[in-house]
């Protein structure tokens, strides 16, 4: 199958009156796909390597939206009237590289896997992972506290990564195509540690904190979710030992029986891996609301 042509999507969005929107990767269509459905919104979502001529990436994307803008469209008519370019707000954000333009949307987050670092998907994961009830009362603030604090361990980790992005001259431990597991490794850490003064005051000038809020910001969003998907499946395996100790309310089960089988015990099958995918379909979320706003917004614009 041949690839698009940009000037093509854009007269199928405009005699369509129907949205399109550009994102970096493949990988995505189908969580964009998912937010525009939870939106009621209909739009058209390409990765921007089905586009002829572009690469995949933010690089892409921006380049997509500026060969767009140049384009001669009727009169009266916008490019961000029916179409629009995602990005990721990454690194580039650190280094001013947003870009200026009416028809790019840059995230909130690093990307979109940020998004999912929340405390909104863990009673949802909760639920896809063991038996216990939808209705049943779950202490979502304090496994989120406890998931926060063991997110401590990719902090300095992703702090030496992004003044790498930002700092040319910077000689870092970590790159961005180092594996998050790595945080954990303890000469890493050793050496991460004797960087810490000036990685300090790195995040001091560029306004970061250790919080999850920051984390998801300026962390590669692959690798914060990688970590709280481990970190959450921990807490979620303690649970049972918890219900039968009467730490937590109790499930339905122990509470009759205390001997009975608990229903916080992991389904067959589930492990860290399937729920780093499970996780991804949780788009109903206050996380995404902005989004949402925004498909809502350009759709509005193509209809009129």
Known sequence: MNKYEIDEILNLAIMSKTPYIIVEGVDDIHIYEAIAKSANTICEIYAVDMIEGLAGGND?????????????????????????????????????????????????????????????????????????????????????????????????FSLDALKNAVDPTYQ???????????????????????????LDIFAVVHNISSSVESMRKFVKGKWLLTAFVEEMFVEIEGLVKKCKGSAIKQCRMCELDNAAPCLYQLRGGVTKNSTYSTIQDFVHIPDFDYLREALKAVEATAKA
């Open 60 to 156: 892409g994307v921006i380049e997509a939206m500026q060969i767009v803008e140049a384009l001669n469209l009727p009169a009266g008519k916008l490019v961000e009237q029916f179409m629009m370019g995602i990005i990721d707000r990454d690194a580039r954000f650190y280094r001013n590289e947003i870009p200026n333009s009416p028809s790019i949307f840059s995230l909130s987050y690093y990307s979109i896997e940020s998004h999912f670092v929340s405390k909104f998907t863990i009673k949802p994961t909760i639920d896809q992972l063991t038996r216990i009830s939808v209705l049943d009362e779950i202490d979502i603030d304090s496994i989120y506290i406890e998931i926060g604090r063991r997110l401590f361990d990719a902090y300095y």
């Open 172 to 198: 870092s431990i970590i790159g961005y195509s180092s594996n998050i597991g790595r945080r954990k490794d303890a000469n890493t850490v050793s050496k991460l540690q004797a960087r810490k003064h000036d």
